[in-house]
T-cell receptor
Framework: NAGVTQTPKFQVLKTGQSMTLQCAQD?????MYWYRQDPGMGLRLIYY???????DKGEVPNGYNVSRLNKREFSLRLESAAPSQTSVYFC?????????????FGPGTRLLVL | GESVGLHLPTLSVQEGDNSIINCAYS??????FIWYKQESGKGPQFIID?????DKRQGQRVTVLLNKTVKHLSLQIAATQPGDSAVYFC????????????????FGKGTLLTVNP
């Protein structure tokens, strides 16, 4: 099993450009998450999907949209990238979104917005 | 909302010594805690977890201690090795979903552990 995979690994965008970050998991997990990690800020939740067909905002959703394409895939879209969105983005998944369930993370996408 | 914090941002130890990484939390409703290890350029990796009905849990070379009275969590690594060098995060989960948290994790900012050979 590959676990959680993310593409691309690296991306450089110009301000105003759009892009979609892809995430897939093969652990048959119901819940999926997108986080961003900035120096000194820890991991902050952008959006999550408790189950296929549902999505909800996390702590820092502004400037992002998500799509839960199916049970395996959860994408994050930046419609008009801004320098403040320069960050490392992590996707994670867990078996239902419920109490005491560990989240497993992908390797991350490093995004630079110029 | 309440968040998890760390006592020490950096910790440097000699190879073979034991390491202790500390974490304070303030949400009394949290009932599940996880320690993650993040190596440079990689995603967080699950190390060990503990539920609030326990005060100690052991894994391979790692032990997590939970003191609910003072809302304190620690990760002990025995016989620390160079491969243990990484950033360690604690995370907490609000067990009753109060405040709209819906069992999401709240992460601390991390402690950088450096192991000197």
């Amino acid at each position: 099993n590959a676990g959680v995979t993310q593409t691309p690994k690296f991306q450089v965008l110009k301000t105003g450009q759009s892009m979609t970050l892809q995430c897939a998991q093969d652990m048959n997990h119901n819940s999926m998450y997108w986080y961003r990690q900035d120096p000194g800020m820890g991991l902050r939740l952008i959006y999550y999907s408790a189950s296929e067909g549902t999505t909800d905002k996390g702590e820092v959703p502004n400037g992002y949209n998500v799509s839960r394409l199916n049970k395996r895939e959860f994408s994050l879209r930046l419609e008009s990238a801004a320098p403040s969105q320069t960050s490392v983005y992590f996707c994670a998944s867990s078996f239902p979104l419920r109490s005491q369930e560990t989240q497993y993370f992908g390797p991350g996408t490093r995004l630079l917005v110029l | 909302g309440e968040s998890v914090g760390l006592h020490l941002p950096t910790l440097s130890v000699q190879e073979g010594d034991n390491s202790i990484i500390n974490c304070a939390y303030s949400n009394s409703a949290s009932d599940y805690f996880i320690w993650y290890k993040q190596e440079s350029g990689k995603g967080p990796q699950f190390i060990i977890d503990i539920r609030s009905n326990m005060d100690k849990r052991q894994g391979q070379r790692v032990t997590v201690l939970l003191n609910k009275t003072v809302k304190h969590l620690s990760l002990q690594i025995a016989a620390t090795q160079p491969g243990d060098s990484a950033v360690y995060f604690c995370a907490e989960q609000d067990g009753d979903g109060s405040g709209g948290s819906n069992y999401k994790l709240t992460f601390g900012k991390g402690t950088l552990l450096t192991v000197n050979p």
